[in-house]
């Protein structure tokens, strides 16, 4: 089932950027380094890292569904921790969405000040947001959820803009308070499988086939889902995130949004879905109904603002809030197009973050009023922005739409009210971004906006790797895809036998209109 | 002599005869291998004690320090030379069963033993910062740890108690160690009052306990409950529960903890750290070897009671602590925190329980040292710099200090890759066992808990404030109150700083800044401006005649010279202690109008905000910071360490 590698790839994924943490703390306090130095040591262990997570989905096999390149080494054993590790097709390529960021975050959003600890701590969040990719142990996954905590609430409140301190203090006991709910469940969970088995371990294979009964496993259920919806951020938890987004510095809000939010979602998915399938079932409605809430709630807001920066960061909420609408579709469409909309939403956020960091670099404002027809003394940067913006609303040959059709037309089948609601939400995306486009970019320059400097060609470089991206997967996703669609067929099956739900084709008759209630799961 | 003793002695000899007959007084065999940690640990202390007292002249610290260090290490390895015995020839007891020699009690005594090593480690900066020559406080720290390791190994509630005397007495002395601070004295009175109206409460315990069960030996009174189903067990409820309070009252779980905050804050800072290591690595041993391993049977009775200790214990602790600004009493509330979690453990009453209180015992231990010995440092000379203003910009003067002190805070937070994370992930373990709402607040209380430890964290990271960074920077019309204020207001001024100066007991003025002439300005305003900056460390200079003011939460505490050309007005409020990494300068021109407000000058000055760590002191938080990470990184060797911690007797 399980391809094994003797090169202990995802061990090697995990380790590479944490040492190049503390090389670069090491190397950046000896003296007479220079910071160029620094940085560039710290954009080649996030090209080397990207350069393994590249070997890693080349050797990734599409045949299979389960876990991959798995590591098995005792770490803890006398309380049943585990290092093991595994990728599969729903990690895969969140794996890669890191690999890709971490050298672009390191090149294109620099810091003015104290580059040793920046660099240092943006390494040790590399390793801890692939370790919290790879980890099939439940405790090794929350260590390493745990850990990206702490560089980036140094990032934000070392780095960040004027309130700082009061987003990353909101930031850090939000997202640990729902941490602990996810502790204490990952406990009582093991302890009741051991009660069960008798032996104690953490590990996701083993921990699946714990029977819960219905109290415990909407308690669980619950108790996970908290932490993850803190951190994703769904709706009503999100209040943490357009604070932390827009107090952080540019580097950090790109981070935080494109991909320390997917922890939430790839928590649901891998780790909810898993361990609680008829939880997820049964709480799905709430669920949908929280994600269809966070879509219009965050587009909306997103409306409202006056700040390129707070308008991005609600439009992320509203984002997330398809993922989890497609999650909780169950259906292979859905699950599929919500992996695939992590991923695409990961660069779109990124690529957004960045180009309005560079804004921000050149007019030292992000008020939406102050900025004006930028297009004419910058035209690349107007053109970039052009395409994020479009590929962000859902632009067909962009990578949004393909994840965003997917994702409605998997809901739609499955949930049909639900999906018809949510897609008000794409509207009202197109009617912010659209906006914002118009009042930055487009309009007759005043004097302050006319010495705007246009995209250098080292920002250009850097951009570059995400536009490609953006391009190529709204216009051939297949690769993506053939990657994901196993795992995520292996997960419908397995949250259907848990369930003993009879799934009929549903993709193929799904027009008819399939109760909600009674047909759950998707077409094969 | 013959004379004075003669007619009694026919009387005496047949009184022994008749002793030796009847076999009354029988003293037991002593097998001292058993109890080999706690004769090197008291042994080498009196030994300390009379070559201290032979010489002419206090002994010289490094030799007491030497001494210590040596036997400390000596008493750990004996100690892990009994864990090789214990691992090999399984657990007994010794001395007509008063004492065991078990996994738990090795561990309580490797425990103990690393501690008092630490310890003599920051100890000896402090005692030469302080200028505390001589040996006692190190002979005092080794009785007082021998006393936890009696208490770890006692299987007897008298031998305990003897522990406990020995633990605390000590203590109350090393409490009030630094004379020369009156806050040192009034921790030792107050601990002392409290700590001996709690024994009393122990002893009370332990008298009621034997009326109950008619032994006070840890076995019988066991094997008595197996034995016996007790019809009317009020003797025994009110015996356990009086020893629930006395042991509460050791390890400082609410509502006992009433001391804790005061004594943290007034102890030297060393002993602080050693006090909240040991004295609650001692009494939870205790504490659980005889709820679990002797009272086990009736854990029914106990368990309710333990679980609303650990509810209050760990919600006040947490929440108490985030309202501190005092960072020695923050962590003191911090330590009642653990407390709680511990009780987790405890709570459990199963041997995961045990093993997980003892491994988090083991993690604390480390960090609270380390912690402490970070405070040691940054307190300065007096060992009074506490404010948690002290910490702001640690991280830029001296980054390895503040980076170990982070380490050492977010560990207690619980930060993965930490033995704190290890210790809470096992005791919440245990404690899902049969209550998750308990394990739940536990959670809830750590997360409360992150809020005051990243408080400091961040403090350290932020740069003091500048002008920029200063809200209203346009000069205030109507100043009220002028920090160098005009000529009417001089005199009273004055008067009221001379006045606090003389109530003061110990000057801080030492504090002062070392050197003030090469500074760059860096903030420049209006005394209302200053004020908005927040607490600030400062010393005040006119005229090149510095004046070093400590103000704490608005009370002056600090000496004041005559100044020449401006006058203070201390109820300007800007709070301003000695800790100085920021000079507060006047333009020194004097007079000034009093509706305006004088001009204040902030100055960055050089050297002011560095603390001076001593080697050994490094060495030590080193150490704490190693262990923390290192064992919390790969976490096998500890665990399964902690996993071997069982008790002899287990009902």
Redesign the interface.
């Known amino acids: 089932m399980t391809a094994t590698h003797a090169f202990p790839y995802l061990t090697v994924l995990v380790l590479l950027p944490a040492g190049g943490s503390a090389a670069v703390a090491i190397v950046g306090?000896m003296p007479g380094i220079r910071r160029a130095v620094v940085e560039w040591l710290g954009i080649c262990v996030s090209l080397a890292t990207l350069g393994l997570a590249i070997a890693v989905a080349a050797l990734f096999s599409t045949t299979t569904g389960g876990f991959q390149f798995e590591v098995f080494d005792?770490?803890?054993?006398?309380?049943g921790?585990h290092w093991q590790l595994g990728i599969d097709g729903i990690s895969l390529f969140l794996v890669l969405l890191a690999g890709v960021l971490f050298p672009i975050v390191l090149a294109g959003a620099r810091t003015r000040s104290d580059a040793r600890s920046y660099v240092a701590w943006m390494l040790l969040l590399e390793c801890a947001c692939m370790g919290t990719f790879v980890s099939i142990d439940l405790?090794l996954f929350?260590?390493?959820f745990?850990?990206s905590l702490?560089p980036s609430?140094?990032i934000i409140?070392?780095w960040g803009y004027a309130r700082r301190?009061y987003a990353?203090?909101k930031f850090?006991?939000y997202t640990?308070?729902g941490?602990?709910?996810l502790?204490?469940g990952i406990?009582?969970l093991?302890?009741i499988h051991e009660h069960q088995t008798g032996v104690l371990t953490f590990s996701l294979p083993a921990l699946v086939h714990t029977h819960l009964s219905s109290v415990a496993d909407i308690g669980l259920f619950l108790a996970f889902t908290a932490a993850f919806a803190v951190k994703a951020p769904l709706f009503p938890f999100h209040t943490w995130s357009p604070d932390a987004y827009g107090e952080a510095p540019t580097g950090g809000s790109m981070l935080l949004a494109a991909v320390l939010a997917k922890f939430g979602t790839y928590g649901i998915l891998q780790f909810d879905l898993r361990l609680f399938p008829q939880a997820s079932v049964d709480l799905a409605p709430l669920m949908l109904t929280l994600a269809v809430i966070g879509i219009l709630y965050g587009a909306v807001v997103a409306c409202a603002q006056r700040d390129l920066k707070r308008l991005v960061a609600y439009s992320s909420v509203a984002q997330m809030g398809f993922v989890a609408l497609g999650i909780f579709a169950f259906s292979a469409q859905g699950l599929t197009g919500s992996v695939l909309l992590m991923l695409n939403h990961g660069l779109i956020t990124a690529a957004l973050f960045l180009l309005i960091g560079w804004i921000y670099e050149r007019r030292q404002t992000w008020q939406v009023s102050e900025l004006r027809g930028l297009q004419a003394p910058a035209p690349v940067l107007a053109a970039v922005f052009t395409v994020v913006m479009l590929a962000s609303i859902g632009l067909p040959g962009l990578n949004g739409f393909v994840s965003e059709f997917l994702v409605l037309s998997g809901t739609f089948v499955t949930h049909r009210w639900w999906a018809v609601v949510a897609t008000a939400g794409v509207v009202l995306a197109a009617m912010y971004l659209l906006w914002a486009y118009q009042q930055v970019f487009h309009g007759k320059v005043d004097l302050a906006n006319s010495r705007t400097r246009d995209l250098s060609w080292a920002e250009r470089v850097v951009i570059a790797p995400l536009i490609i991206l953006i391009v190529f997967l709204g216009v051939y996703p297949k690769p993506v895809l053939d990657r994901i669609t196993p795992s995520v067929t292996s997960l419908v099956a397995q949250v259907d036998a848990a369930t003993h739900t009879h799934q009929p084709p549903v993709a193929l008759h799904g027009t008819k209109g399939v109760d909600a209630r009674t047909h759950r799961g998707g077409s094969r | 002599m013959t004379g004075s003793l003669g007619p009694h002695l026919p009387g005496l000899l047949v009184l022994v005869a008749h002793v030796q007959r009847a076999g009354a007084i029988v003293t037991p065999h002593i097998r001292y291998l058993a109890i080999i940690p706690e004769i090197v640990m008291l042994g080498g202390a009196v030994l300390l004690l009379v070559a201290a007292s032979l010489v002419r002249r206090p002994l010289r610290i490094s030799v007491a320090t030497g001494a210590t260090l040596a036997i400390s290490a000596a008493s750990v390895g004996v100690s892990l030379w009994q864990w090789f015995d214990v691992m090999g020839h399984g657990p007994f007891t010794a001395v007509d069963h008063a004492v065991v020699v078990d996994g738990f009690s090795v561990l309580v005594n490797v425990l103990v033993s690393c501690a008092m090593f630490i310890t003599t480690l920051v100890a000896d900066g402090y005692a030469r910062r302080e200028g505390l020559d001589g040996a006692e406080l190190h002979v005092l720290a080794m009785v007082s740890a021998t006393g936890a390791m009696i208490m770890g190994s006692a299987n007897d509630l008298i031998v305990i108690f003897l522990g406990l005397e020995i633990l605390s007495i000590a203590l109350y002395v090393l409490a009030a160690f630094n004379h020369r601070r009156a806050a040192s004295g009034e921790a030792a009175l107050k601990y002392f009052l409290l700590g001996s109206f709690s024994s009393a409460v122990f002893v009370y315990g332990i008298a009621l306990v034997y009326g109950a069960t008619g032994s006070s030996n840890l076995g019988q009174i066991a094997e008595f409950l197996s034995k016996h189903v007790l019809v009317s067990n009020g003797l025994l409820l009110a015996g356990m529960t009086l020893l629930i309070v006395g042991f509460a009252f050791k390890v400082a779980a609410v509502p006992f903890h009433m001391w804790t905050p005061d004594v943290y804050q007034g102890s030297p800072s060393p002993v602080t750290g050693f006090m909240a290591a040991v004295a609650k690595a001692g009494a939870f041993a205790a504490f659980l070897r005889v709820f679990v391993s002797s009272l086990g049977l009736v854990r029914a009775d106990w368990q309710p009671i333990i679980y609303g200790l650990a509810v209050v214990t760990l919600l006040l602790g947490a929440g108490l602590a985030v309202v501190q600004r005092d960072v020695k009493r923050m962590l003191a509330y911090s330590s009642i925190n653990h407390a709680g979690f511990v009780l987790l453990g405890l709570q459990a009453a199963t041997a995961r329980g045990v093993s997980a209180a003892l491994y988090y015992l083991f993690a604390y231990t480390f960090m609270v040292i380390g912690s402490f010995a970070v405070v040691t440092v940054i307190g300065r000379k007096g060992d009074a710099a506490h404010d948690i203003a002290s910490y702001r910009g640690l991280a830029r003067r001296q980054p390895l200090l503040a980076l170990a002190f982070v380490v050492l805070l977010l560990a207690q937070a619980g930060a993965p890759f930490t033995t704190g994370l290890w210790a809470k992930l096992q005791v919440v373990l245990a404690a899902v066992d049969h209550s998750v709402p308990l394990a739940l607040i536990a959670m809830v209380s750590a997360a409360i808990a992150a809020f005051f430890y990243l408080r400091v964290a961040v403090l350290m990271y932020t740069p003091a404030p500048t002008a920029d960074t200063v809200p209203g920077s346009q000069p205030p019309a109507e100043s009220a109150v002028a920090l160098f204020g005009s000529s009417t207001r001089r005199g009273g001024a004055l008067d009221r700083t001379r006045t606090m100066a003389e109530t003061q007991p110990e000057p801080v003025d030492d504090v002062r800044a070392p050197q003030v002439a090469p500074s760059r300005p860096v903030w420049t305003g209006t005394q209302r401006q200053a004020a908005a900056l927040g607490p600030l460390n400062a010393s005040l200079l006119l005229d090149d005649d510095p004046v070093t003011l400590a103000l704490f939460g608005g009370t002056v505490a600090g000496a004041g010279r005559t100044l020449e050309g401006g006058a203070l007005a201390l109820e300007s409020g800007v709070p301003v202690d000695g800790a100085g990494e920021r000079m507060l300068v006047g333009d020194g021109t004097g007079g000034g109008d009093a509706a305006g407000g004088m001009p204040i000058v902030v100055r960055a000055v050089g050297a002011a905000g560095t603390v001076r760590v001593p080697v050994l002191t490094a060495v030590a938080i080193g150490i704490c910071v190693g262990i923390t990470v290192v064992l919390g990184c790969w976490p096998g060797p500890l665990i399964s360490f902690a996993h071997h911690a069982t008790l002899l007797f287990v009902p």
């Open positions: 306090s005792n770490w803890a054993g006398s309380v921790v405790i929350f260590f390493f745990e850990l702490i609430y140094f409140s070392g301190a990353a203090i850090f006991v640990f308070l941490s602990a709910f502790l204490v406990l009582v093991a302890f």
